[in-house]
């Protein structure tokens, strides 16, 4: 029973590391590093070896291939010693590896190689690098590289904000589809930072990047929509960011819902639903806004327990009108026994 429990762990092993490289690789680094039917090439060649190598056997094997200079191996030798996929994590390894890729002119590689010098991963930060091999990826259209150069000029990073740059990479990873340089341009539009203003041009964008369901992008849109456009649909695509977790635009519909802003009426039960999601995931002001609802609402019924129990969540992280409202409540002894010395304690 020993001997067969083992051999199962054994390729269950196999085919998670196989799983693992295969995954590592984005879409883009496919496309780049295999032919056409890659990915169909490389499964197959997994599948007709994982039933006899070991995971150490297959870890030679894809040495002995890499060090014969063929990319694939080599992307994904550095891929599993950067993430430690069944290897010990090995940054000068997997900086090696990527070494190897780039400079054969695969642009996935060359980001990755870019990366590893401008955050400084396992080797000294050198930007000057950095900035060649980010260059070098995003001359061959690899989206993250062009919107990654276009932020170190826009911040400054290698000395002086060059915001004619920005606007070229930005753009250009945009017209590709790359939702987060869509965002970006869209927002140089808005505030007109390296352009002239324009608000059509940076609905569009922000348009285009929400419709690819990023949620911090459609909060983006809805807050332009509400603030430059004060559009009602700002709740729609608010209502979808908030749908996927983003706690700024669950805490915005929470507000709005409590104000009656942008919506058809005041629905302090929304409100609250919104803000109890929010909440839950620590946000401070969401935390106040649920211990409002529950002790002022005139559609909620009151109480008190949920409002003592969220003020003190939020006046644990030093929220000051929390902190004021549970000691009002102390010294009232409003749904808690009096406590002249812990009202003194939070105010």
Do not use: C
């Amino acid at each position: 029973m020993f001997l067969v429990t083992n051999l199962i762990l054994k390729k269950l092993m196999v085919r998670t590391i196989l799983l693992l490289l295969l995954l590592s690789l984005p879409v883009q680094a496919l496309q780049i590093l295999q032919p056409k039917d890659g990915y169909k090439t490389v499964k197959q060649s997994f599948s007709q070896i994982e039933s006899t190598l070991s995971p150490t056997q297959l870890l030679t094997r894809l040495e002995k291939s890499a060090k014969s200079g063929n990319a694939r191996e080599q992307f994904s030798l550095a891929n599993m010693y950067h993430g430690g996929i069944g290897v010990k994590q090995d940054l000068r390894l997997s900086f090696y590896w990527y070494t190897q890729v780039a400079e054969q002119g695969y642009a996935n590689a060359q980001f990755r190689l870019a990366n590893y010098y401008h955050q400084g991963i396992g080797i000294d930060r050198d930007m000057n690098e950095a900035m060649q091999w980010y260059q070098k990826s995003a001359q061959q259209d690899f989206v993250v590289a062009q919107h990654v150069l276009a932020l170190i000029y826009q911040n400054g990073e290698t000395g002086e904000v060059d915001y004619d740059k920005a606007y070229y990479w930005h753009e250009r990873s945009a017209q590709l589809g790359y939702g987060k340089a869509q965002s970006s341009l869209a927002k140089m539009y808005e505030t007109g930072q390296g352009v002239d203003q324009d608000l059509i041009l940076a609905q569009h964008w922000y348009i285009k990047a929400a419709q690819q369901y990023d949620p911090k992008a459609q909060y983006d849109l809805a807050d332009f929509l509400e603030n430059k456009i004060n559009s009602a649909r700002a709740i729609t695509w608010y209502e979808k960011s908030a749908d996927q977790g983003l706690v700024a635009a669950q805490y915005r519909l929470a507000e709005l819902y409590y104000l009656g802003d942008l919506v058809r009426k005041k629905d302090d039960f929304e409100s609250l639903k919104w803000a109890v999601m929010a909440a839950k995931q620590g946000d401070i002001d969401a935390q106040f806004l649920v211990g409002v609802i529950y002790r002022n609402s005139e559609q909620v019924p009151h109480d008190l327990t949920q409002t003592l129990y969220w003020y003190q969540q939020a006046a644990d992280k030093d929220h000051a009108e929390a902190q004021y409202n549970l000691a009002t409540l102390y010294l009232m002894g409003e749904g808690v026994q009096k406590d002249f010395n812990r009202a003194v304690e939070l105010y």
